[in-house]
């Protein structure tokens, strides 16, 4: 893990760490306060699949940032299942594939995505 900003390839500060535990992750489908995200605490992932779309609560176990890629490592609360949830932050779209929001940013309604 770095301990530096990223910058993307259209100039926009997509990451900055907040040591130790903390990340600040601009990218639309962040969906917490200040798109902050911490290691061990609880989250609510949506993912988007063929056959319709996936919620589960997840705990975010490491966050790590290499070649322009944010790589998530996430373990779902019930089944215990880990895996990796992964961007490219020099994409500025619109898509999405996956989302990470916080109870309190989905209780404020103040959700808004595209994609």
């Not at 949506?46 to 919620?55: M, P, Q, S």
């Not at 998530?72 to 990470?100: C, F, H, P, R």
């Amino acid at each position: 893990m770095s301990n530096a900003k990223y910058i993307n390839s259209s100039g926009r500060k997509v990451i900055e760490y907040y040591p130790p535990d903390s990340i600040m992750v601009d990218l639309h489908f962040i969906l917490t306060q200040n798109r902050m995200l911490t290691r061990n605490m609880p989250y609510m992932v949506l993912e988007k699949r063929i056959a319709g779309d996936h919620v589960t609560a997840i705990r975010l176990l490491e966050f790590h940032e290499k070649d322009g890629v944010i790589s998530l490592s996430v373990q779902e609360l019930e089944s215990k299942k880990k895996y990796l949830l992964s961007a490219n932050m020099d994409y500025d779209g619109d898509m999405w594939i996956w989302s990470i929001a916080d109870y309190p940013t989905l209780m404020a309604g103040t959700v808004k995505m595209t994609g």
